[in-house]
């Protein structure tokens, strides 16, 4: 079992960047491919980001490529993600989750098992 607190999220001008922050409690935290996710109003949730246990191997939504970063600090059982460049269409709550021994970086939400309560952007012009 393992507890997902995010945070760092806000309202914010189109070029903006924010860092996302997301602390995790239970189980050794290296066990766990996280992941970011986001979900705009009417929309699906949708993949942004995940990082491997060890923080060597990312992978990264076509979306927000070239903008948006995931890291992971497993000292300080935290993943951030940095997102750079910030425009309306990035206006989601944005969610952490975690995947208990994944072996890839998966982009599909219901293999992770565990997720935060979310974290509001907002983006305006």
């Known amino acids: 079992q393992v507890q997902l607190v995010e945070s760092g999220g806000g309202s914010v001008q189109a070029g903006d960047s924010l860092r996302l922050a997301c602390v995790a409690s239970?189980?050794?935290?290296?066990?766990?491919?996280m992941g970011w996710f986001r979900q705009a109003p009417g929309k699906e949730r949708e993949f942004v980001a995940a990082i491997s246990g060890s923080g060597a191997r990312s992978n990264i939504a076509d979306s927000v490529k070239g903008r948006f970063s995931i890291s992971r600090d497993n000292a300080k059982n935290t993943v951030y993600l940095q997102m750079n460049s910030l425009n309306p269409e990035d206006t989601a709550v944005y969610y952490c989750a975690a995947d208990y021994r994944g072996v890839g970086l998966t982009t599909v939400p219901r293999e992770y098992e565990y997720w935060g309560q979310g974290t509001q952007v907002i983006v305006s012009l």
């Open positions: 239970g189980r050794t935290f290296s066990y766990y491919v």
